[in-house]
T-cell receptor, first 114, second 113 residues
């Protein structure tokens, strides 16, 4: 079965420190990979995507993600965390079989402490 | 960028009544829209795929007769929660995309008393 795993329910990091939010997936073929962020009582906002090309993709608000095909991972990273980065982050995968159906991970809550 | 508008943002209703939630793509045409349900501190659960001009495709375990979906135009999809009960209380989110990138509505918090 196709799935997306975010192994950490919560990640705590001090402001100014680097952060990593992990994501692995189990989808056949070469899927599209996404990260979304959700602030309280809001819909999701697109951060970045990987379709093909360079394994390191850069997105909004200074975030980047590294695609690793052999490990089927797509970890989200930021060199220096901000308190305002505190939110719920979702990794998502779209099988490259046509259409827009997207599978989401369970979400990881990021807390950045001042 | 593309915008998806969802209305209402919050609704409180009595048990047994029906509630309609609208999802509009404001600057692009969406032949397909998606409806998700999100429980507190949980991931998004895809409920159904709304297809313009045809029947919606429901995910396994989602009651078609309870969650009615209509996609009458290329910019509007509606989700109607029929005969709502307290267990239907949740955060409902729609999404659509002009390309591979999905845009999400701001969500609707439904509270059934």
């Amino acid at each position: 079965a196709q799935s997306v795993a975010q192994p950490e329910d919560q990640v705590n990091v001090a402001e100014g420190n680097p952060l990593t939010v992990k994501c692995t997936y189990s989808v056949s073929g070469n899927p599209y990979l996404f990260w979304y962020v959700q602030y309280p009582n809001r819909g999701l906002q697109f951060l970045l995507k990987y379709i093909t090309g360079d394994n390191l993709v850069k997105g909004s608000y200074g975030f980047e993600a590294e695609f690793n095909k052999s490990q089927t991972s797509f970890h989200l990273k930021k060199p220096s965390a901000l308190v305002s980065d505190s939110a719920l982050y979702f990794c998502a995968v779209r099988p490259n079989t046509g259409g827009f159906k997207t599978i989401f991970g369970a979400g990881t809550r990021l807390f950045v402490k001042a | 960028g593309a915008v998806v508008s969802q209305h209402p943002s919050r609704v409180i209703c009595k048990s047994g009544t029906s509630v309609k939630i609208e999802c509009r793509s404001l600057d692009f045409q969406a032949t397909t829209m998606f409806w998700y349900r999100q429980f507190p501190k949980k991931s998004l659960m895809l409920m159904a795929t709304s297809n313009e001009g045809s029947k919606a495709t429901y995910e396994q375990g989602v009651e078609k007769d309870k969650f009615l979906i209509n996609h009458a135009s290329l910019t509007l999809s509606t989700l109607t929660v029929t005969s709502a009960h307290p267990e239907d209380s949740s955060f409902y989110i729609c999404s659509a995309g002009p390309n591979e990138k999905l845009f999400f509505g701001s969500g609707t918090q439904l509270s059934v008393l």
